[in-house]
């Protein structure tokens, strides 16, 4: 189910499905870099850090990724969910 607190600040940035039987309240697909970068701006402002703290697309990424081989996640499954073609060492 659609979380209530982000679906009200957030619902123009997520297809939402119509279909009322689905389990998935949203489309999974890809987001444009900028799109993105608004998401990210605004979670960060919402969630009160620090205006000089830089939070990017890619710090995200490096984030998730280090959490995910920290938790023994396989590169295949890790690269599925960043979107990497590739393997990094």
């Known amino acids: 189910m659609c979380p209530s607190d982000f679906s009200s600040k957030h ?11 689905a389990s998935q309240w949203f489309l999974r697909q890809q987001l444009g870099v900028n799109k ?3 998401m990210l701006k605004a979670m960060a402002k919402d969630a009160g850090f ?4 830089r939070i990017t697309n890619n710090s995200v990424r490096k984030f998730l990724v ?9 590169p295949t499954e890790t690269m599925a969910i960043t ?5 990094s060492p």
């Open 50 to 53: 620090l205006k000089h703290k």
């Open 11 to 21: 619902l123009s940035n997520l297809a939402i499905r119509t279909n009322d039987t």
């Open 83 to 87: 979107g990497q073609k590739m393997s």
């Open 66 to 74: 280090k959490k995910l081989r920290n938790a023994n996640i396989p």
């Open 36 to 38: 993105l970068g608004q």
